[in-house]
C-alpha cells in the first residue's frame, strides 16, 4: 500500500474513531440530562460520587479488555480472574503479612500470571481465546474458593489499605474517592501504551490483520502474550482496589462483571472484530454502565427493569457495531 493511501486509510479510521467516541458521549450526556431532570436526587454532588465509585472496578477491568477486544480476542475471565487477585492480595496482606505496597504488587502481579496463562494458551498453543478464557474463569472461580476456604478474608487490620485505595480525599474540598483517582491514572497509562507505544501499534496490527502484521516480520506469538498479560495487570489492580473497597477478599464474588467490562468496551466504540477502539470510548462506556442503572434506581424504577433497560444497551451495541463491520466490508 503506497504511503499517501496508507496516510488516507488512518486518517479515515481516525474519524470513524472520532464520531464513535462522539456519538457514545452523546448518549452519556443525554442520560444525564434526563435523569437530572427527572429527578433532583441525580445530580447530588454525592450522588455522581456514588456512580464514579461504582464503576471503577468494571473500568479497570474493561481497559484490560480493551486491549485485548483489539487484537481480535476476547476475555471472559476478567470477572473471576479479579476475584482471584482479590483473593491473593488479601492472602498476601493477611495470612501472609506481607508489607501493604509489597502485597499490592504481589495481587498486581498474579493478575499478570492470569494473563500470561491465557496469552499462551491463545496464541502459542491456538485455543480460540473464548474457550480458553472461559475455562480460566472457571479456574479462578474455583480456586478463589478453595484457596479462601468459601469464606471472605478480611483486610480491616491493615492499616491504610482501605484509605489509600479506596477512600480518602487526596483533593480538599472534592469528594472523588482515590479509587476514581486510580481508575483515571491507569486509563491515562492504557490510552499512552495504545498510542505512543510500540505495543500499542502492534495491538491495532494484530487486530486489524494478524496474518499480514506476521509476515511483515512481527512476532504476533510473544506480541498476543505480552498484551494478555499486561491486560492481566489491570485485572490485578482491579482485584487491589476490590479488596480495598469492602475491606475484605469475597471469593463469590466477580461473577458476571466481565460481560459489563465487555458491554462498557463495545459501548465505547471498540470493534468486536478488532483493530479499532480506544480507552477514551470505554471510559464513556463504563459511564454509560454506571449512570443508567443509577439513573433508572433514582427514578424508581425496580431492580428487575433495571436489568433489562441494561441487556437492552448491549444489544443496541453490539448490533451497532456488527452495522459498522457489514459497512466497512462492503
Known amino acids: 500500500m503506497s504511503s499517501p493511501a496508507l496516510t488516507s486509510k488512518v486518517k479515515s479510521n481516525w474519524w470513524k474513531a472520532s464520531l464513535q467516541q462522539l456519538l457514545a458521549f452523546a448518549s452519556l450526556i443525554i442520560l444525564v440530562i434526563f435523569f437530572s431532570v427527572a429527578s433532583p436526587k441525580f445530580y447530588q454532588p454525592t450522588n455522581l460520587s456514588n456512580i464514579l465509585f461504582s464503576i471503577v472496578v468494571t473500568g479497570l477491568l474493561a481497559i484490560g479488555v480493551t486491549l485485548v477486544i483489539i487484537t481480535g480476542g476476547i476475555d471472559l475471565s476478567v470477572g473471576t480472574g479479579m476475584t482471584l487477585c482479590s483473593v491473593m492480595t488479601a492472602v498476601f496482606l493477611v495470612n501472609l503479612g506481607l508489607p501493604m505496597v509489597l502485597g499490592v504488587i504481589c495481587g498486581i502481579l498474579f493478575g499478570a500470571l492470569i494473563g500470561l496463562i491465557n496469552g499462551i494458551f491463545v496464541s502459542l498453543l491456538k485455543i480460540p481465546p473464548f474457550i480458553a478464557t472461559l475455562a480460566m474463569m472457571l479456574v479462578a472461580a474455583g480456586l478463589s ?164 433497560a441494561v441487556g437492552i444497551v448491549i444489544l443496541l451495541a453490539v448490533f451497532l457495531d456488527m452495522l459498522r463491520r457489514r459497512k466497512s466490508v462492503s
Request: hydrophobic fraction near 50%; include cysteine.
Open 145 to 308: 474458593l478453595v484457596i479462601s476456604g468459601t469464606k471472605p478474608i478480611y483486610t480491616t487490620g491493615v492499616p491504610g489499605f482501605q484509605q489509600i485505595f479506596a477512600q480518602g480525599k487526596p483533593i480538599p474540598g472534592l469528594v472523588i474517592p482515590n479509587a476514581v483517582l486510580i481508575l483515571l491514572i491507569a486509563a491515562v497509562v492504557a490510552g499512552v501504551i495504545l498510542a505512543k507505544t510500540v505495543l500499542g501499534r502492534y495491538t491495532y496490527s494484530i487486530g486489524s490483520n494478524e496474518e499480514a502484521t506476521a509476515l511483515s516480520g512481527v512476532n504476533v506469538i510473544k506480541w498476543k502474550v505480552i498484551i494478555y498479560t499486561v491486560a492481566g495487570c489491570f485485572t490485578g489492580l482491579a482485584g487491589v482496589v476490590a479488596t480495598a473497597r469492602l475491606n475484605s477478599a469475597q471469593p463469590a464474588g466477580g461473577m458476571g462483571l466481565e460481560l459489563q467490562a465487555i458491554a462498557a468496551v463495545v459501548i465505547g466504540g471498540t470493534s468486536l472484530q478488532g483493530g479499532k477502539g480506544s480507552i477514551i470510548g470505554t471510559m464513556i462506556g463504563a459511564l454509560i454502565m454506571g449512570v443508567l442503572p443509577n439513573g433508572l434506581s433514582t427514578i424508581g424504577v425496580p431492580q428487575e427493569w433495571q436489568n433489562v
